[in-house]
């Protein structure tokens, strides 16, 4: 394997190398490794004090694949918890409202709100010397100068997917040394060497870039004062910019709000650690491009050169958000805490790309330059005094904040549901980026469903000759035969076949083709492209069939959901399919062609597991179809009658990684209880008297490394694994979840499932296992993140394994999958007025095409801080902070985190206070753009992933945590933070038309009870669940007309479906409830509750603004951000 990541089968100077999956001939060979490299300080949700690297003695896989010796692999360092900030003083306050069903509204009155309790400063910098007068800002992006250490963790110790940039072997001088400068060697011009790292390719006759090493600055909450950035060697990186157009400083932009593995990266992709304290040169796998074939853009054959203008997909584009409506007040305020206006919010994102003339440099500098601050103060920087304005929320879905940029950049700019970035608005140099406090990176939702997608084929996909960019609507044509790359600034000569238009049939336009008028695009790839033929589609199904998942009855609505869905699979005529099921040994299904039913096949000894017969039991569909069919049929009463209570999942999922390892494919994994036989064996770690703990939670970390290594194990031959957990009892899915994490799979999870007890779980299922089985899929991807010179990536966030430092290996991409990263500013911006960012996803589709979608982002440079915070994105840094805030409670401890993520909000609002704010005003004052941020802090303290005081079983706070870091952020923000709306008197004013279907439009209430009324019926949006809570003296016609039923006595006590009832207020309720639902992938569980219901308790504990037995309200919040701000 490459140190520099991970090559899942090709030797270094032997073999033939391949771009889309495994080997064919496998041959065991004991001690290969896995490289999981450098675990780096956790960037912005850092503990405050380094403590000793722990070190992780090397590991080899359980089956191992590769037929080439092993190799070294990157290192990892564990991850090092600091001193946190002094809590939230603790569970309560001296004040505890008393013991109730309901919480009590946020807003005590002056009198009856005692303040939040003081913070003692001890204990809580690096150094007893660093204490100043109040807590200082936290330094983002600041390289751990921690040696890195071995990869695979001990038994009980986390293993995460953190891969940080090389660092210096040095022991560290204080917390925030510089480090010392890098040595970098660079390869001479000259042809390159033959690829063989997985999807690593290279360009014959090009001379590959000079290293560039990792920023110095990774994005670290330490609280010493800030300065320059550290010192070093300054990073080498590709050829110097030509022709930069002179420094412009943008407007920000009018906003208005918008709508979650964290994976530090190894070495650089053409750069390898180690072990010492410099870089070795390139090795020649890691060379050239994952995406890249063996061919210059423009040298390869000709083919016919065509353009699908769009490919229609399901999905329908998003719709715009309620008109907007004035919110009411808060009750007994304290004196000046009154009602004003709500914020304006910018203009929708055009979700509708329009062609445009592509600017000339020429043309670019005058339309920058006339923008500027100096016009006036933006709507984002108005002043906003938290503790005064009560009107904070939009009527409706929050809008994302619009880049200040050209408006013929802006048109074609990429839509921010699939690529947005924390700051619309990059700062000019690092420093300036750690004085605003502010956390820099991006997130993408690449495979996302999209109703339009432009679709190339071409022989010639035009890149960078020297960074390999996609071209794009951003760069620069200096004249038809040459363009400047956006990234490096290379030029580039335009080949001939892109001087003709496939849409305008015009030869001489190469500015007006597809690829530079759409910011995403999909190229259908020529052969060089791929190294062996595009697998086919493969999935196998291992399924629990023990008595107690028997009992749950899940097998009936699998085997019933397979059956109706079989065509629908996606698929060619190549399509295979396989089963396996398992108790205490592992039963396998001869599904042959030809055979007259299909043939169980039982294998007894786990401890070693082997294929009974390797080639009959991944069979064709098509072929054996009717086979296929009778074994769903007969499977749910196979094993009606068993006794058998034990578990060997982790020999199945051996079993499984050998039937698909010669392949690639799916696996879906179906568990109904904790693994007790095998290997992979868990034991309960969960202590119920502990689940509503004041201050830590144990265990979240995995009990053992087995299924990371197995992950690490199906990612190299192209296997992912979904898990479906569906269980009453405890599971550890800390332990099992790494199966699906590090193999970019996906979890989910169905507590208390059971086909009779509860059928609002069961509809859930059956609606979730349908999309999962006919949704899009991508099989053999990796992802590529690049960015413009000066800027790096230090942290990926998401399930996948790293194999480099900007490059994501996926066995299987799906539409529905989310990713985030973290930046930092390597090199001074100060030359440049915009800079770009580029996601590349190479995949297979389902129907054998390789196939790449390109998505480009482009924002402005600015160089002051008022116009860093104007271009904040409030949604955007609440979904990176609780990525970053999930690591930290897995690596450090939940109050580490719940701590960090309210320093977040001290240090912006305090750096908005000092730097940004001209007229110093008593308050707590907040940019309009960040008005939103204490809030959406809190509801992250009060989220199930990282709430203390309630209780909260230790899976369903692990899978929260796991949605976090995996949803996209559109999807997870309701998670955070829910809609409420009042549905009892839905009209048509301002409703949304669609399909020729009325879609009202209420407005979005405060999360609070203070909202709710007993004449009034609730809905309740928290993403995964909805809540329809009917008040005890709601309108009998409301009660008649929609639910159906007399009176408020009358509604059943597990009521989870809506009736269809021939009246317009059911179908005013009906259409906005199915409105709400379409707009996200998965299936949301709707229940209607009354007042005494026992989910009564769930749907208040998302009431987020009023305080509870351990946590504190909306305004009690306030009141504490500014006692920190103003010690």
């Known amino acids: 394997m490459s140190t520099a990541g991970f090559n899942s089968q090709n030797g270094t100077g032997a073999g033939q190398p391949y771009a889309n999956g495994p080997s064919q001939n496998l041959q065991q060979l004991p001690g290969v490794n896995y490289g999981m490299a450098p675990l780096q300080n956790y960037n912005q949700l850092q503990a405050k004090a380094p403590m000793g690297p722990g070190l992780y003695p090397p590991s080899a896989p359980s089956a191992p694949y590769q037929s080439h010796p092993p190799q070294t692999h990157p290192p990892v360092s564990s991850y090092q918890p600091l001193m946190p900030r002094p809590p939230l003083g603790g569970g309560s306050l001296p004040h505890t409202p008393p013991l109730s069903a309901s919480p009590v509204p946020r807003m005590p009155s002056a009198q009856s709100t005692p303040p939040p309790p003081p913070v003692s400063s001890s204990g809580y910098y690096a150094s007893p010397h660093q204490t100043p007068s109040m807590g200082q800002p936290w330094q983002y992006n600041a390289t751990p100068t921690n040696p890195p250490a071995p990869m695979t963790p001990p038994h009980g110790q986390p293993a995460t997917n953190h891969m940080p940039p090389p660092m210096s072997m040095v022991p560290p001088t204080s917390a925030y040394s510089a480090p010392p400068p890098t040595h970098t060697a660079t390869l001479p011009p000259g042809p390159a060497l033959p690829p063989t790292s997985l999807h690593a390719y290279n360009q014959p006759g090009v001379a590959p870039p000079p290293v560039t090493p990792m920023a110095p600055h990774t994005y670290q909450p330490g609280r010493p004062p800030y300065g320059a950035p550290p010192s070093g060697a300054p990073p080498m990186g590709p050829p110097p910019p030509m022709g930069h157009p002179p420094s412009m400083k943008p407007t920000p932009?009018?906003?208005?709000?918008?709508?979650?593995?964290?994976?530090?990266?190894?070495?650089?992709?053409?750069?390898?650690?180690?072990?010492?304290n410099h870089i070795a040169p390139p090795s020649e796998s890691e060379e050239g491009d994952v995406e890249c074939p063996g061919t210059v853009a423009g040298n390869g054959p000709q083919a016919p050169n065509s353009y699908n203008h769009v490919e229609n997909k399901t999905s329908g584009a998003a719709q715009p958000g309620p008109p907007g409506r004035h919110l009411g007040h808060y009750p007994s305020l304290p004196p000046g805490y009154q009602s004003s206006p709500p914020g304006h919010t910018a203009q929708p994102y055009p979700l509708k790309q329009q062609p445009y003339q592509q600017p000339g440099p020429a043309q670019l500098s005058p339309s920058l330059a006339a923008m500027s601050l100096q016009s006036g103060t933006p709507e984002a920087l108005r002043v906003v005094n938290l503790l005064q304005e009560r009107n904070l929320l939009p009527p409706g879905p929050l809008i994302p904040p619009t880049p200040c940029l050209?408006?013929?950049?802006?048109?074609?700019?990429?839509?921010?549901?699939?690529?947005?970035?924390?700051?619309?608005?990059?700062?000019?140099?690092?420093?300036?980026?750690?004085?605003a406090k502010l956390p820099l990176g991006l997130l993408l939702h690449p495979f996302k469903d999209l109703s339009q997608l432009p679709v190339v084929t071409s022989s010639t996909i035009?890149?960078?000759?020297?960074?390999?960019?996609?071209?794009?609507?951003?760069?620069?044509?200096?004249?038809?035969?040459?363009?400047?790359?956006?990234l490096c600034y290379r030029v580039n000569e335009v080949p001939e076949e892109f001087m003709y238009n496939p849409v305008s049939r015009a030869y001489g336009e190469p500015h007006k083709r597809p690829e530079v008028q759409n910011a995403t695009i999909e190229f259908i790839a020529p052969s060089e492209y791929m190294l062996r033929p595009p697998q086919p589609a493969v999935y196998l199904f291992v399924l629990d069939v023990s008595h107690n998942a028997v009992e749950t009855g899940y097998l009936h609505v699998f085997c019933q959901s397979l059956l109706d869905n079989l065509n629908s699979l996606p698929g060619d005529s190549r399509t295979k399919v396989g089963f396996i099921t398992f108790d205490s040994t592992i039963h396998f299904y001869n599904l042959q062609e030809g055979l007259s039913q299909p043939q169980m096949l039982i294998v007894s000894d786990i401890e070693d597991i082997f294929l009974p017969t390797p080639d009959s039991l991944l069979v064709n569909l098509n072929e054996s179809k009717e086979l296929v069919q009778d074994l769903l049929k007969s499977l749910p009463t196979l094993f009606e009658k068993t006794m058998e209570t034990q578990s060997a999942l982790g020999s199945a999922l051996q079993a499984a990684f050998k039937l698909l390892s010669p392949t690639g494919g799916r696996m879906s994994v179906f568990q109904t209880q904790l693994p007790n036989l095998g290997a992979g064996a868990l034991q309960s770690r969960e202590d119920p008297n502990q689940r509503a703990a004041a201050k830590d939670v144990q265990h979240l970390s995995p009990a053992t490394d087995f299924y990371k290594k197995l992950a690490l194990d199906c990612s190299g031959q192209q296997v992912a694994v979904d898990l479906f957990l569906l269980s009453a009892q405890y599971c550890d899915l800390a332990s099992l979840g790494c199966i699906s994490r590090y193999s970019a799979g996906s979890v989910y999870y169905y507590p208390s499932y059971h086909q009779q007890h509860n059928i609002a779980q069961v509809e859930r299922f059956q609606k979730d296992l349908k999309r999962y089985l006919t949704r899009k899929i991508g099989f053999e991807a990796v992802m590529r993140i690049r960015c413009t010179k000066g800027l790096s990536i230090h942290t990926f966030h998401g399930n996948f394994f790293v194999r480099s430092t900007d490059l994501l290996s996926l066995p299987n991409v799906n539409p529905d999958a989310g990713f985030a990263v973290q930046m930092s500013i390597d090199e001074n911006l100060d030359d440049l007025q915009l800079v770009s960012f580029q996601a590349a996803l190479l995949y297979t589709s389902s129907k054998g095409e390789r196939r790449i979608r390109v998505h480009t982002l482009c924002l402005p440079v600015v160089n002051s801080l008022s116009d860093v915070f104007a271009g904040a994105d409030v949604q955007a840094i609440s979904g990176l902070l609780a990525c970053m805030a999930v690591d930290r409670s897995v690596t450090a401890s939940l109050s580490d985190a719940r701590d960090a993520l309210t320093n977040a909000a001290i240090d912006s609002l305090l750096c908005y206070r000092q730097s940004v704010l001209t007229i110093q005003q008593p308050g707590l004052l907040a940019p309009a753009c960040l008005r939103l941020f204490p809030l959406y802090v809190l509801a992250l303290h009060k989220q199930k992933a990282f709430r203390v005081g309630t209780s909260t079983r230790l899976d369903d706070r692990v899978f929260a945590m796991c949605q976090l870091k995996y949803q996209p952020l559109v999807y997870a923000m309701l998670m955070i933070h829910p809609a409420l709306y009042r549905v009892d008197d839905l009209t048509d004013e301002g409703a949304l038309n669609i399909n020729d279907?009325?879609?009202?439009?209420?407005?979005?209430?405060?999360?609070?009870?203070?909202?709710?009324?007993r004449e009034g019926a609730f809905l309740m949006d928290a993403g995964t669940v909805m809540y329809l809570w009917i008040g005890r003296n709601c309108n009998p016609a409301f009660l008649t007309q929609v639910l159906g039923v007399p009176s408020y006595a009358a509604v059943p006590e597990n009521l989870y479906l809506l009736p269809e009832l021939d009246t317009a207020e059911s179908q005013r309720v009906r259409a906005f409830v199915g409105w709400l639902k379409d707009q996200r992938p998965f299936a949301p569980t709707l229940h209607i509750i009354r007042d005494e219901s026992q989910l009564k308790t769930s749907f208040l504990q998302n009431m987020i603004e009023d305080r509870t037995e351990s946590a504190l309200s909306y305004y009690e919040f306030l009141l504490h951000l500014q006692q920190q701000i103003s010690k």
Do not use: H
């Open 406 to 435: 050209p408006q013929d950049l802006q048109r074609v700019n990429c839509n921010p549901e699939v690529f947005r970035c924390t700051l619309t608005s990059i700062p000019q140099t690092q420093s300036l980026l750690n004085k």
């Open 253 to 276: 932009p009018p906003t208005g709000p918008p709508m979650g593995n964290a994976t530090p990266p190894p070495p650089k992709a053409d750069a390898q650690w180690d072990g010492v």
């Open 462 to 486: 035009v890149r960078c000759r020297s960074c390999r960019t996609y071209i794009n609507p951003f760069v620069s044509f200096l004249d038809q035969r040459r363009w400047k790359c956006n």
């Open 997 to 1013: 279907r009325t879609i009202p439009q209420p407005r979005v209430l405060q999360l609070s009870v203070e909202k709710l009324c």
